[in-house]
């Protein structure tokens, strides 16, 4: 028997009410005036896709994908994220028109949660995908990008920690003897989990390597140094990391911003390249993340590199400012006989940018509480004459 309650929503569906409604509005508005304006144009995804293209190339853990059959019989996904369609459309369509290909989406994405995190499985992300551009350049506009929009919302307080998904994947691969112990310590580094990996290291005999270079990268150890150390490292993703604090050195206007980190690692596999996380005051998780994905639209038939990045409208909204020139909300009593007044002074207030109620005053029970949800009232009923 059933024990779910009429108001009861599913684990981790949130219902958006007014306020916020009206807060995520604006934000969004700014960010996508702002991905525009640098030549991203936006896009549209649909919310099912096939589990056996969208849903394993995503490469999500499986227990995060929602699942539900067709009417055929085939098995579809609630999209996890927006990098694997967008590969599916540019690299069917879109990239033999325009390449590179420069989109911007702002959309929901679905993640089953575990029921004790009290996540939201639903969430909007805002995001940017540049493809068909190999360059180090379109990888430090990326950076640039998720920089500039931060500060362009009014966020002062925030870091972005690079990465290199290359080369943390060839020091897991070298450094760990055991395939299952690798996939723990990636499973640690994605979740952040500093306090398993000491744990790991006490406990399994073969982590020594690994862990020097853990630990050494914990405590800021340069590159450089690292690779002195650790010359099995020495490879082309190295170079590619070292060349990557020399852009961030030519944004003088961002360069406060950045932090380099090789433990970054993503929970989306598809990373080849640069990876990058998004942090700021006041935010217990990260607000956004991307990077390079060279071999992702290989799987769609096309190769060619690519490089994005998502922030979380949710996570962003809990941190920013909130909008203050909200419009005045004006409620207009009428009757009868005032209708036709009532909607005529209502329709020069929306002119003038208002937002107009115009409520037929007797249909109103408990009109001071009806009232507090306005900024002007404005009687025109008989009574008020
Ligand atoms: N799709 C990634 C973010 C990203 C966009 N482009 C590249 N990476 C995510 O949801 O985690």
Not at 154 to 169: R, W
Not at 178 to 206: C, M, P, Q
Not at 253 to 268: C, G, N
């Amino acid at each position: 028997m059933s024990t779910i309650q009429p108001f009861e929503k599913p684990l981790g569906m949130r219902d958006t009410l007014p306020r916020l409604y009206a807060q995520q509005h604006t934000i969004r508005a700014e960010a996508m005036d702002y991905m525009r304006k640098h030549g991203y144009e936006f896009i549209q995804t649909p919310s099912l896709e096939y589990f056996e293209t969208i849903g394993k190339i995503s490469s999500l853990d499986e227990a995060a994908l929602f699942k539900l059959v067709d009417n055929q019989g085939e098995m579809l996904v609630l999209r996890p994220d927006l990098t694997t369609p967008i590969a599916r459309i540019a690299a069917a369509k879109l990239l033999k028109e325009k390449n590179p290909l420069r989109l911007a989406y702002s959309s929901t994405v679905f993640r089953a949660q575990q029921r004790e995190g009290g996540r939201p499985a639903e969430f909007e992300q805002l995001g940017l995908e540049l493809l068909g551009d190999t360059s180090a350049l379109a990888d430090s506009e990326m950076l640039q990008m998720a920089a500039g929009l931060l500060k362009s919302l009014g966020l002062q307080n925030f870091t972005i920690t690079v990465g290199h998904a290359g080369l943390i994947n060839h020091a897991i691969d070298n450094l760990i003897p055991d395939s299952t112990e690798r996939d723990r310590v990636r499973h640690f580094l994605v979740d952040k989990n500093f306090v398993g990996i000491d744990r790991w290291a006490a406990t399994y005999a073969d982590s020594e390597q690994f862990f020097a270079f853990f630990q050494q990268s914990i405590r800021g150890t340069t590159l450089k140094e690292l690779l002195e150390q650790f010359p099995v490292l020495q490879t082309e993703a190295a170079e590619q990391f070292l060349s990557v604090s020399n852009w961030i050195d030519d944004l003088p206007e961002l360069k406060e911003h950045f932090q380099l980190d090789p433990l970054v690692v993503s929970h989306m596999h598809y990373y080849t390249g640069m990876v990058f996380e998004v942090y700021a005051e006041g935010s217990g998780f990260a607000l956004g993340n991307g990077g390079r994905y060279d071999d992702l639209l290989e799987q769609f038939g096309m190769k060619v590199g690519a490089t994005g990045f998502s922030i979380r409208l949710d996570y962003l909204l809990e941190i920013l400012p909130t909008a203050v020139d909200a419009p005045t909300r004006t409620l207009i009593y009428t009757d009868q006989e005032s209708t036709r007044d009532a909607n005529q002074q209502a329709a020069a207030l929306r002119v003038q940018g208002n937002y107009v109620t115009v409520q037929y005053k007797e249909s109103v029970l408990d009109k001071t509480a009806f009232e507090r949800n306005f900024d002007d009232v404005i009687d025109l009923t008989k009574e008020a004459r």
